[in-house]
């Protein structure tokens, strides 16, 4: 995954519609940082983001999610994780149990739109369109901020010997904080704020090891390996829509918006004080837009 090899890979999916005897109509839909394909099965419908009607969609499970291989479930040590990792684990799903060469199409969000945008550059050919929806080709100084202060928390209890479940109402936190606007949250009620912070010491679902896998996975992305953002760009052979929030604080735009520049790509941008969250604010919008793109 990271460089490392894992003796046994199990990658989660669940499927929506039929694949076509020539194998041409499936769309690959990865989860987000963090997500799980029960958490996709909502956004796939006739008013959603992507309607199975003549499609074969496949919703994966990246790794690191605690469903498919992850820190959390295995059995000995595990090696790091990283977006071409997941990549290339959903390319040989595709083409080992399903016989799928080439993609309809590619879609994902937040996390699951680095890995699309990994599709459209390492892939290039095997994919007919892609919809990276509020990703990133690669993170910036604002990004990589926000998911570094998350792994410090999270290693210096382990390096201390202290169990790191104790960091996550603090990591909780910071995500919280990231996720809207400053000016969304200040029109908050302040018992409406101090309950936010009370939520981010529940109990989740998160381990803090797959947390932390999958942020280090998203540090370290950048579909250019180093180079210029431009070399990538002109790899992108895909009929593609770049889906950026403009007040984004936890994916920033602009890596977004310099790529689709530079490929030539257009650009949907959801303008609202949502940031992250303007998926949902802006859900009505958005999934027409995408339905469209992607039976076009």
């Not at 040590?77 to 990283?82: A, Q, R, V, W």
């Not at 689709?260 to 257009?266: E, F, I, K, M, V």
Request: include cysteine.
């Amino acid at each position: 995954m990271g460089g490392g090899r894992v003796a046994e890979c199990r990658i989660g999916f669940r499927t929506f519609g039929e694949l076509n005897p020539e194998k041409s109509n499936a769309v690959l839909f990865p989860t987000w940082f963090g997500g799980r394909t029960e958490d996709l099965e909502p956004l796939i419908g006739p008013q959603g983001l992507v309607d199975p009607e003549g499609l074969f969609v496949i919703a994966v499970d990246a790794p690191g999610n605690g469903i498919s291989c992850s820190p959390s479930n295995a059995s000995g040590s595990f090696p790091g994780i990283t977006i071409p990792g997941m990549v290339e684990s959903q390319r040989r799903l595709l083409t080992e149990r399903f016989g799928i060469e080439r993609l309809h199409a590619v879609m994902g969000i937040s996390m699951g739109g680095m890995q699309t945008f990994e599709w459209m550059t390492a892939y290039a050919d095997r994919v007919v369109r892609a919809v990276p929806v509020i990703g990133s080709p690669r993170l910036n100084a604002n990004d990589l901020l926000l998911w570094n202060a998350q792994l410090r928390a999270i290693r210096a209890l382990e390096q201390a010997g202290r169990d790191p479940r104790q960091a996550m109402p603090a990591v909780y936190a910071m995500h919280q904080f990231a996720l809207e606007t400053p000016e969304r949250r200040a029109r908050l009620p302040l018992a409406d704020a101090a309950a936010l912070l009370d939520q981010t010491g529940a109990p989740g679902r998160h381990d803090p090891r797959d947390w932390a896998a999958q942020l280090e996975a998203m540090i370290a992305h950048d579909v250019a390996r180093g180079g210029p953002l431009e070399a990538a760009a002109a790899r992108v052979r895909s009929q593609s829509l770049v889906v950026v929030a403009t007040r984004d604080q936890m994916v920033h735009p602009a890596p977004a918006e310099e790529f689709a520049r530079q490929a030539g790509l257009p650009v949907l941008a959801l303008t609202s004080d949502c940031g992250h969250r303007a998926t949902a604010c802006e859900e009505a919008y958005l999934h027409r837009a995408v339905r469209r793109f992607l039976k076009r």
